[in-house]
Nanobody, 122 residues
Framework: VQLQASGGGVVQPGGSLRLSCAAS????????MGWFRQAPGKEREFVTT????????DYADSVKGRFTISRDNAKDTMYLQMNNLKPEDTAVYYC????????????????WGQGTLVTVSS
C-alpha cells in the first residue's frame, strides 16, 4: 500500500491543522494505521495509532486531549486533527501502516508516507 500525507503548514501557537493520509494501491482496511513525527535533530516518535475499525486508539501523552486520529475506510483515508498546537509540535509528520497490532514502535510499521511538515510559530 502507498501512503500520501498532506495538510501540513505554518500555524500560530494555539491554532489548528488537519492532516490527511491517503492510501492507494490497495485498500487500507486490513491495516492498523499510525502517525509519527520527527523534529529536527530528534528521533522519530510515536504520536497516535488507530485500529482497523477505528474503534481503538492510542495517543502519546504529549498530544492527549489536543490531537484526534480518525479514519474513513470507505475513502482509504486517515486524518489527524491537531488543536491547540504548540511550538514543540513542530516536526515532519509521517503516516504509517502495519499489518500487525496497535503499536507505538515505528519498527512495527511496514509502510510509510513521505511526511508533511508542520511548523508552529508566531
Amino acid at each position: 500500500v502507498q501512503l500520501q500525507a498532506s495538510g501540513g503548514g505554518v500555524v500560530q501557537p494555539g491554532g489548528s491543522l488537519r492532516l490527511s493520509c491517503a492510501a492507494s494501491g490497495r485498500t487500507f482496511t486490513p491495516y492498523v494505521m499510525g502517525w509519527f513525527r520527527q523534529a529536527p535533530g530528534k528521533e522519530r516518535e510515536f504520536v497516535t495509532t488507530i485500529s482497523r475499525s477505528g474503534g481503538r486508539t492510542d495517543y502519546a501523552d504529549s498530544v492527549k486531549g489536543r490531537f484526534t486520529i480518525s479514519r474513513d475506510n470507505a475513502k482509504d483515508t486517515m486524518y489527524l486533527q491537531m488543536n491547540n498546537l504548540k511550538p514543540e509540535d513542530t516536526a515532519v509528520y509521517y503516516c504509517a501502516a502495519t499489518g500487525g497490532s496497535l503499536s507505538t514502535d515505528p519498527d512495527e510499521y511496514e509502510y510509510w508516507g513521505q511526511g508533511t511538515l508542520v511548523t508552529v510559530s508566531s
